[in-house]
DNA sequence: ACTTATTTATGACATAGGTCATAAGGTCAC
DNA sequence: GTGACCTTATGACCTATGTCATAAATAAGT
């Protein structure tokens, strides 16, 4: 997250989605920064089929996208506003000229791409090497250690449906909502009014 | 990749690794920046029963396993020579005392990281919602455009193991070889004495 | 309030890819 | 040079997950 002072100083412009609203196309080229004053943002990805896998949620003071604005390649994904979200919008130009003016800033860009491709080596091996229910399991760890998910009496709501759960690790709604019983009854987790606990 | 010049001004040390020798392991802390000088590392991770997954393969004057320098988070992956190879090594510190007092390079590691998460993304989605013959195929055509893979009078040879494919694509060698045969029947690539071509 | 869409849910059945067994050609170590 | 191991290969069979159909509960939109 960089300071929205900052950002300001350097001509971003807030910008509001709707819910489901396109935000950037896959293919595309980079044109902005985007970091999120509220809301929540997805990037994804659709198969042939229409099937979707979710790169990533981002929520409040997270951004997303950078990565095409330091290369010379388009957009691996989409991203789609999951919520109605307010974002600051800042475009290349001025956003790579921010970083080369505040080299303190570029650290800052460091961390964030390192917390997310740690995020992608965990993933990636999990889809590949382990069944549904640990894959299951380590979304819900991962998402509570690393994302903002609040925990209550129940213990840490994990607040996401079964179809983006399915979407994140690359398993068929229905398998995640049978994986889900057998890890309640196995005592990994609860499931209050239809709410996953862990 | 850092100047070899620049990195042994911050006391790097060159190290040789005999083929299957480990360079760090996962779940470690990271204490160091390693560099190809020659030879080739692969990034890897096993579950509970031995299976592998590759994470990526790095060649001569890339580096890797440098985002938990940056975190306060230890190795999502093994690091092992696939070949023998020698690596440029340099301390955490130094190699942090050198980004600061040297913010060009700070640009230069966020471009590596940029690479690798886009990696990381076309995979992913690739690995969850698509065929064997279509990752098999995304997989090739992705080390073509950005790795080293060379062209001869045959096309682009594809450097890697059947073993190596599917630990990177998420499938067993059985699997790959049945999906290298239908390819080839459908003209996609060519199999020449065992190995394939593009 | 009423319609429409989304989310959770469950059962029956299908299949891509995994598993296991076996083998032959290559490569490496000593 | 020879034994051990790796790589490619193929067949028979199995199973975790996907697919399809159906439905009720909830949420969202007008």
Redesign the pocket.
């Known amino acids: 997250m960089i300071e929205i002072e900052l950002l300001e100083k350097y001509d971003a412009v807030r910008k509001c989605y709707k819910?489901?609203e396109i935000i950037f196309e896959i293919d595309h080229l980079a044109t902005h920064y985007y970091q999120i004053i509220s809301g929540a943002v997805k990037m994804n990805n659709y198969n042939d089929?229409g099937?979707e896998f979710i790169q990533g949620i981002f929520y409040a003071n997270q951004s997303f996208g950078e990565p095409p604005l330091f290369l010379d390649r388009t957009y691996p994904a989409n991203a789609e506003a999951v919520e109605d979200s307010e974002l600051l919008c800042i475009s290349k130009n001025n956003f790579l000229k921010l970083i080369t003016e505040n080299p303190a800033i570029s650290i800052n860009i460091i961390e964030i791409l390192a917390q997310r491709l740690h995020y992608k080596s965990v993933m990636a091996a999990e889809i590949?090497t382990?069944?549904?229910?640990?894959?299951l399991l380590q979304l819900f760890d991962y998402s509570i250690s690393y994302l903002n998910f609040k925990k209550d009496n129940n213990g840490y709501a994990i607040d996401?449906?079964?179809?983006?759960?399915?979407n994140l690790t690359?398993?068929?709604?229905?398998?995640?909502?049978?994986?889900?019983?057998t890890l309640e009854k196995k005592g990994e987790l609860k499931?209050i009014?239809?709410?996953?606990y862990r």
Chains 1, 2 share one sequence.
Request: charged share 35%; proline share 0%.
């Open positions: 819910k489901s089929e099937r590949s382990h069944d549904s229910e640990h894959r996401l449906t079964r179809q983006q759960i399915g690359g398993l068929r709604v229905e398998t995640v909502i049978r994986t889900i019983k499931i009014n239809r709410k996953v």
